[in-house]
């Protein structure tokens, strides 16, 4: 994922006007009710977690992306109260409902890790997460499965779904979301069944659910790019997984060709998936009412405010 830093000064040179106008009661109204594809971007917490739910109204968008903590450290001091409460009382004055949007677990964690130490650590970090978002009033997480290292992929699932059951236990309601992978790797998580191998797992599936991510799809070898692609791949979730388990979708082009296994993002229509793929996403009716999350590079001319935009321009409802 690139720097969600991008556009900051970009955003800050933004009027007053267009501030009121993101805050105007229709557009609030939109957040929760009116909307039928909830688009929007990871964005950044510095200066405070509350500084997510702003920045993401800056650029138009009706969901958001987040994390709740430093990406450098297992380490990592316990969340403010104080900017907790300042968080909630930003999504409730610009209409953003929990279920619209998705923190995104630390690269750090491997909860399939064979390495006693880090698998132990990645576990007490997915506790943490799901605290974070207890405390933040949310109510989904998601994480990257894992990889297998030096074991085999059946052992890595058995302690992704080990770790999923010992956090479910330590905190209530929060839905752990796993995230498709691009088959990079001895990562688990690049093909639908093991998602669905770890999912069997849980013992819980009301708290357990799957984020779609469009460029490790197509680079796993996933062809949204097809003609029918997207309604194909989506059917074959349906089939594998299950629809009712999708929780989101990750927005992203590819760099990389079909089947490459590399976790190349580029921003929307410039990479190998193209424009007519997401055309259909945002027109699919089965990927209503989830958070729809870009992580594109968003580079300067083409940044998150603009490939919000242009994403829907293409709605057709």
């Not at 890790?113 to 698998?119: I, Q």
């Not at 956090?167 to 639908?192: R, W």
């Not at 990927?287 to 919000?308: K, S």
Request: net charge neutral; glycine share 10%.
């Amino acid at each position: 994922m690139a720097s969600c830093k991008r556009g900051e000064k970009r955003r800050k040179d933004r009027s007053a006007s267009k501030m009121e106008e993101t805050e105007d009661s229709t557009e609030k109204k939109g957040r929760t009710r009116q909307q039928k594809k909830y688009i929007g971007a990871h964005v950044s917490i510095a200066g405070g977690i509350w500084k997510a739910v702003e920045a993401s109204v800056e650029m138009g968008g009706h969901s958001f992306g987040l994390f709740l903590g430093s990406q450098r450290s297992w380490q990592r001091p316990a969340l403010d109260q104080t900017a907790a409460a300042k968080f909630q009382q930003a999504c409730t004055q610009h209409g953003f409902n929990p279920t619209h949007i998705l923190p995104h677990g630390s690269y750090l964690m491997n909860c399939g890790s064979p390495k006693e130490d880090v698998l132990s650590k990645s576990q007490a970090m997915l506790v943490d997460e799901l605290s974070r978002c207890s405390v933040l009033g949310l109510t989904l997480f998601n994480f990257h499965p894992g990889a297998s290292i030096d074991s085999s992929k059946e052992q890595c699932i058995e302690r992704i779904a080990e770790a999923i059951n010992h956090a479910h236990q330590q905190i209530p309601a929060v839905c752990t979301v796993l995230e498709n992978m691009s088959g990079q790797g001895t990562t688990v998580g690049g093909q639908f069944s093991e998602l669905k191998s770890i999912i069997d797992r849980v013992r819980d599936k009301t708290r357990v659910g799957v984020c779609l991510d469009t460029c490790h799809a197509f680079a796993a070898g996933y062809d949204i790019s097809a003609a029918g692609g997207v309604k194909a791949v989506l059917d074959e979730f349906d089939q594998v997984v299950g629809l009712h388990y999708l929780r989101a979708v990750h927005l992203n082009d590819s760099k990389g060709k079909l089947g490459c296994h590399l976790d190349r993002h580029e921003d929307i229509g410039r990479g190998q998936i193209g424009i007519s793929a997401f055309r259909n996403i945002v027109n699919d009716p089965r990927l209503d009412n989830i958070p729809l999350i870009l992580e594109t590079p968003g580079r300067p001319g083409f940044e998150y405010d603009d490939q919000i935009k242009l994403l829907y321009s293409l709605c057709e409802d």
